[in-house]
């Protein structure tokens, strides 16, 4: 059996959300704050089966504040016509949560959690889940369930009248003071916020597959020992230093070795055999001898202040094979030998240290696998402690592990290395979708229709996504904004304008910078979409090379791919209809993407350089300046770019932008860097690319 799904209602920042669950391991990433801690600390409560403290942060503000909009009239109306605590159920609560009809309750939307488990009927034992079948069709093998909160009418009652002498007093006060006092609402609807909560008590329902038909399960426990559940919580306690003491690894590993017969069978030998010496050598009568001789004078102090009767005051060994047996596992510790020497846990790093705590639970829970039960063993943020080549081994034995052992689970992490060796296939995302709501995404159902396709371009689309990812462009799914570029001298350029104060908005967002053609930047357009990640592309128009004069430059067509598949037409696609679709801002695609490439505002020039030198000396793409005026400028400006040589039988040969870059080739690089290390950064930034920065960064 295994867990297929979790749908999630109106927990925190969750108001909609599904978790969809691999056969074996689900790796869920999110960037700091982006509620993974949250969902974690929520599937936690859900399914271990420690009692969950529900509380008021964890309702959505919105859900508090339709409910408080809808009943605090009623509050205030019944306290103001002097409510009583005789009358509060017939004058408050029957308005609130009418006892004959409980379709007009006033209730407010808390969390409810839908969990989906699937079987397979040929190999799983269903015997601990035959009670919660409620459909009997032979094609439906699921069990489905629905685990929440829900308003206890006697219990809110009884809290309502604890609390109604509080809620008189306020009410009294907020209606003489209500001018100054502005605050003895909010302070009123806190209280009342927590009467609803602390009269909340958990249910759980087996339900049909479209959670229309329900039937209460007894006890919330029926539904907790369906599941063998183990939890590996980000803050684990690990001796890192010599002064240290919890000595974490040496009990989980005193743990691991109490499941082996033939360590029981030697400890339990031990106590026995240490205290046989001790009693053979009389050392408890010298315990005591020794003890009343270093005692003596305070047994004469004692005996003159209570007259004389104060016994004999000594120490004694109280030497049990209990006592014995605690002190083994005390000094029991775990050691690392080298070359002989025996070196403290502590001494190998915390990192190293958490990855073999890591393995040890992961072996302890193997034993206690139960075929009955659903076996689920999450690790919150594996990654800690470890530098990103641990990170990278480390994920890569889990994916082997959990699918060898055939162990499900979940791994939340906001490392890098870890997405990168993951891929798509097992990756589930959160975002961050404003200041308190997060999203959850599922990018492995794109690779996996892909995959599913009988298209052959699409089955290069999905490998294409597993090789983006494994180069390290990973990160996309970690940020708040991406700018894709096509070479080295943009990255430069780019880096460079966010560090100006126009830019400082956008350079205090987390950017995923991703070098990626013309050619292959529209393969990203479903996962940028489908991660809601507003996402700027820079790419050059390419339009025949050859064409310098204005007019040929309109009629010729660009050969760009990303260019061609955004603006949408199977017919050769002109530079003239280009510069007309950017005016017109169809260039925006959706939301989210935004294309960026020279136009007649970069003097229709046709790739980064040439756009930044028309920019710095006012030319555009027909325009040239003999090779002396050249060499002037290259000299007084210090610009790094090649001369190209005169022309056959000329002395001063005549050249425009573009052949300069003709002959640059290889040394672009140098020339960006020639434009950072000369501050003309600001003042040769292309008009196409201001645009698009702006774009990105509002």
């Not at 006012?618 to 790094?640: F, M, P, V, Y």
């Amino acid at each position: 059996m295994k867990l297929s799904s979790v749908q999630i209602n109106n927990y925190r920042q969750f108001q909609k959300a599904e978790l969809t669950f691999d056969k074996n391991v689900t790796i869920l990433a999110g960037a700091n704050n982006s509620g993974k801690t949250s969902l974690m600390s929520l599937l936690r409560k859900i399914f271990d089966n420690k009692k969950w403290r529900y509380e008021s942060k964890d309702i959505p503000a919105t859900c508090i504040r339709s409910w408080l909009d809808g009943v605090y009239s009623i509050f205030e109306k019944a306290y103001i016509n002097g409510l009583t605590l005789e009358t509060i159920e017939k004058n408050l609560i029957e308005k609130l949560f009418p006892s004959n009809n409980q379709d007009d309750w006033l209730i407010m939307e808390t969390t409810r959690i839908r969990i989906n488990v699937n079987y397979n009927p040929s190999s799983d034992d269903i015997k601990l889940f035959a009670d919660y079948i409620m459909d009997l069709s032979g094609a439906e093998h699921g069990f489905y369930f629905e685990y929440g909160h829900e308003i206890d009418r006697a219990l809110f009652i009884k809290n309502v009248a604890s609390n109604h002498d509080k809620l008189q007093r306020r009410f009294n006060e907020y209606e003489e003071k209500k001018e100054k006092k502005k605050n003895y609402r909010r302070t009123i609807e806190n209280i009342l916020v927590s009467i609803y909560v602390l009269s909340l008590k958990p249910h759980c329902y087996f339900c049909d597959k479209n959670y229309l038909n329900y039937c209460e399960m007894d006890d919330i426990n029926e539904f907790h020992n369906l599941f063998n559940f183990k939890f590996i919580k980000a803050g684990r306690n690990l001796d890192d230093i010599e002064t240290d003491s919890s000595h974490t690894l040496s009990q989980q590993m005193v743990q691991m070795a109490k499941t082996d017969d033939d360590w029981n069978d030697v400890i339990s030998k031990l106590p026995d055999e240490l205290i046989a010496p001790i009693e053979n050598e009389n050392i408890e009568e010298k315990v005591r001898n020794a003890s009343l001789k270093s005692l003596q004078d305070t047994i004469n102090a004692i005996a003159s202040t209570n007259g004389g009767a104060s016994g004999k005051l000594m120490l004694n060994m109280d030497i049990t094979e209990e006592n014995v047996s605690d002190f083994l596992q005390r000094i029991t510790t775990t050691a690392y030998e080298v070359d002989g020497y025996y070196l403290g846990e502590e001494s190998q790093g915390l990192g190293y240290s958490n990855m073999i705590s890591m393995h040890l639970s992961l072996q302890a829970y193997k034993k206690t696998i139960d075929q009955l039960r659903i076996n689920v063993f999450f690790i919150e943020e594996p990654e800690s402690h470890m530098h990103p080549q641990m990170q990278q081994v480390f994920i890569k034995y889990l994916l082997k592990y959990y699918k060898d052992e055939d162990i499900q689970g979940l791994v939340s992490t906001h490392s890098n290395e870890m997405v990168r060796v993951t891929g798509l296939s097992h990756l589930r995302v959160i975002r961050k979708k404003g200041d308190f709501k997060s999203e959850l995404y599922n990018p492995s159902v794109i690779v996996k229709r892909l995959r599913e396709s009988s298209k052959e371009e699409d089955h290069e689309l999905a490998n294409f996504f597993d090789w983006f990812f494994e180069i390290g462009y990973s990160e996309i799914v970690f940020a708040d904004k991406a700018i894709m570029y096509e070479g080295d001298t943009e990255r430069l350029l780019i880096r460079k304008l966010m560090t100006l104060k126009r830019y400082e908005k956008l350079s205090h967002q987390y950017i995923a910078f991703i070098q990626v053609g013309g050619a292959y930047a529209y393969k990203y357009e479903e996962l940028v979409n489908l991660l809601g990640i507003k996402t700027l592309i820079f790419t050059d128009i390419d339009y025949d090379a050859d064409k310098i004069k204005i007019e040929e430059i309109k009629k010729s067509s660009t050969t760009n791919a990303t260019i061609k598949h955004f603006y949408n037409d199977e017919n050769p696609i002109s530079v003239k209809d280009l510069y007309r679709w950017k005016s017109s801002n169809s260039n925006i695609v959706g939301d989210n993407i935004y294309i960026a490439f020279q136009t007649d505002k970069d003097g229709y020039t046709r790739t980064l350089e040439e756009a930044m030198l028309a920019k710095k000396y006012g030319i555009s793409a027909e325009d040239t300046k003999k090779r002396s005026e050249w060499k002037d400028i290259k000299k007084n400006d210090g610009l790094c770019f090649p001369l190209p040589n005169n022309k056959l039988g000329e002395s001063d040969s005549e050249f425009s932008a573009r052949d300069l870059l003709k002959s640059m080739k290889g040394s672009k690089t140098d020339f960006m860097y020639s434009v950072v290390l000369n501050g003309y950064v600001e003042e040769m930034e292309p008009q196409y690319i201001s645009e698009g920065l702006a774009w990105l960064q509002n």
